[in-house]
């Protein structure tokens, strides 16, 4: 709550759909009140506000959804309302300006030695992504004018973190302040005349508001030489320009084991085109039963997509586990190589210095009592191969299911996917003739000669 004064009172109203709770505390010099709304969500697209809502006559303190004022002073207009008003009043207050029981309203304020008062409106980025301009508009009207042959305004600001329009840091958009047009004959204005009001318009560009973060506006009064100037706002639009976040990697393909020496491993993502993807982080936790299950036995920080949306991780050698291990896509990763993230071993993440996992699958080797931290596990045999599986990739790209890579890269077996580094993923083409029944025998017992073979090529690293 904003005071003013030594020994001052505070009187705040909180406006929610269901009730006001006032608080006062007895005061010996000023005081300020603050009507405190829930801020308004901005989706996309323009917000509007005439303030044609606001009270016709007497006082009130209804205001449109999202809209603050504050009274600080020590008048008795201090006091948690607005005035409804033509204009023809000379005292401070906040009001309801408008033409005699006409519902055409603008929400305004008038300056006095006694009374100050703000308006203005808090709003919360729920676009999505992250705004950059803020487009301003809204006509200020002048209902009064307090003395002649001078110049009287209200001051536009924006705090671009703000949660009131009472705290923090407003920075002063002078290009959306609203100077009073009239400065000859005294007294009540028509703020609907052409003469009498301003039509303001500026884009606030430079901004970085995040998605679910506020912001606040006001308009503050500037005290002119004389009695000041009744002067309001009125249909008020508010449009954002915000770029929405990229998509979130996907794992995209993987090489733990292939034929000969393991010199060819590596670790493929895709998502979006050219896209600095350097918050995401792949980590490879080791699965075997063990003392060691749960550790974190490789860290790998992306980088950016080429045009095809896919980065991958240099080639490894022995670096990738042919056991069984859980390959993790997380973001914002605080940890460290040789982390233990299940302390005790039960298959369930203990320990996770990320902001959050992004994908995830996992290989299994068959082994007993191992540990998997993946929704998807690739088991030997889930394609009706027998062996663990040393490779996979998802076709289509990135939403596709995980696929078999082929062992032995020089001689897939149909069905199998390729090993493509850094390239879209594809099945290993097919080849040859199909072949006649009588053929079929010799060719089950070739099948049966390639696999004794196979078995005697993978290692365990």
Do not use: C
Not at 219 to 230: F, P, S
Not at 248 to 256: K, Q
């Amino acid at each position: 709550m904003a005071t003013k004064g030594i020994g001052s009172i505070g009187v705040r109203l909180r406006r929610d759909s269901y009730r006001f709770s006032v608080v006062i505390v007895l005061s010996i010099l000023s005081a300020t009140t603050s009507l405190v709304a829930a801020p308004i969500s901005l989706t996309g697209g323009t917000y509007m506000q005439d303030f044609n809502t606001l009270a016709l006559s007497g006082t009130s303190s209804t205001v449109p959804a999202g809209w603050e004022f504050v009274e600080t002073g020590t008048s008795t207009q201090v006091n948690g309302v607005y005035t409804a008003g033509t204009g023809s009043s000379a005292t401070g207050d906040v009001y309801s300006f408008g033409s005699t029981s006409s519902s055409e309203r603008a929400f305004g304020m008038l300056l006095s030695t006694t009374f100050e008062g703000t308006i203005g409106a808090v709003f919360t980025n729920n676009t999505g992504g992250t705004i950059t301009d803020l487009q301003v508009a809204y006509t200020g009207e002048q209902w009064r004018l307090g003395a002649e042959n001078r110049v009287d305004r209200i001051n536009f600001e924006l705090n671009p973190t703000g949660t009131n329009i009472t705290s923090g840091a407003f920075t002063s958009i002078t290009a959306l302040d609203f100077v009073a047009p009239a400065t000859s004959v005294t007294g009540a204005k028509d703020g609907n005349l052409a003469a009498n009001r301003t039509l303001k318009n500026h884009t606030i560009t430079g901004l970085t508001i995040l998605n679910g973060q506020t912001f606040a506006i006001r308009w503050t009064e500037t005290n002119a030489t004389g009695a000041d100037d009744g002067l309001a706002v009125d249909d008020f639009s508010l449009t954002p320009t915000f770029t929405l976040p990229p998509p979130d990697p996907m794992l995209n393909e993987f090489v733990a084991n292939h034929t000969g020496a393991d010199t060819m491993e590596f670790v493929e993502i895709i998502g979006a085109v050219n896209t600095n993807y350097s918050a995401f982080t792949i980590l490879q936790i080791e699965g075997d039963s063990g003392a060691a299950a749960g550790t974190i036995d490789s860290v790998f920080t992306l980088g950016t997509t080429d045009a095809n949306g896919l980065w991958a991780t240099a080639f490894q050698s022995n670096q990738l586990e042919n056991g069984s291990m859980t390959l993790l896509l997380v973001e914002h990763f605080t940890g460290t190589n040789g982390t233990d993230v299940d302390t005790n071993d039960d298959g369930i993440i203990d320990v996770t210095p990320w902001s959050r996992i992004v994908d995830s699958v996992a290989v299994s080797d068959g082994g007993a009592g191992d540990l998997f931290y993946a929704l998807t596990v690739l088991l030997p045999g889930f394609d009706g191969d027998p062996f663990a599986v040393g490779g996979a990739s998802r076709l289509p790209d990135g939403t596709g299911s995980w696929v078999r890579n082929a062992f032995d890269p020089a001689a897939p077996n149909p069905g199998n996917a390729v090993n493509t580094h850094g390239a879209l993923n594809q099945l290993a083409p097919i080849t040859g003739t199909v072949p006649e029944p009588a053929s079929v025998a010799t060719l089950l017992l070739g099948a049966a000669i390639l696999s004794r073979r196979r078995v005697t090529a993978r290692s365990i690293d």
